[in-house]
């Protein structure tokens, strides 16, 4: 079967500019290296039906294969620069969402 890309879908709230602006400086170089693509971010998203997400930041971003995304996620490059993202953030999620398979 062929890779299908995953979409990331996040939302979070800043809670220290400083430690978060370190975490985007490092942020996508290593995105690159596993073939994401930063798709975009809103911060005053509008939900239209459902439960609101906690206000904040969503972003989008997208990766060529589930397995691209989990090596991403699991470089250990990743998790350094993500200690600011946690300390400067209160994440509500960080959701990956499988595209659908090529047709044929």
């Known amino acids: ?3 299908v890309p995953v979409y990331m879908v996040v939302n979070l709230h800043i809670t220290d500019k400083d430690e ?4 985007e400086k490092s942020f996508f170089p290593i ?3 596993y073939g994401g693509e930063f798709l975009t971010y809103d911060d005053s998203a509008e939900t239209l039906e459902g439960t609101i ?3 904040g930041r ?13 090596d991403w996620y699991a470089d250990a490059d990743y998790q350094a620069i993500s200690e600011h993202r946690r300390a400067g953030t209160n ?5 990956m969402v499988k595209g659908l ?4």
């Not at 969503?58 to 989990?70: D, H, V």
């Not at 994440?91 to 959701?95: A, D, I, R, S």
């Open 58 to 70: 969503m972003i989008l971003f997208t990766f060529p294969s589930e397995q691209a995304a989990k």
């Open 1 to 3: 079967m062929a890779d």
């Open 31 to 33: 995105l690159k290296k």
């Open 20 to 23: 978060y602006r370190k975490y």
């Open 101 to 104: 398979p090529p047709r044929d």
């Open 53 to 55: 997400p906690r206000e």
């Open 91 to 95: 994440m509500e999620f960080l959701t």
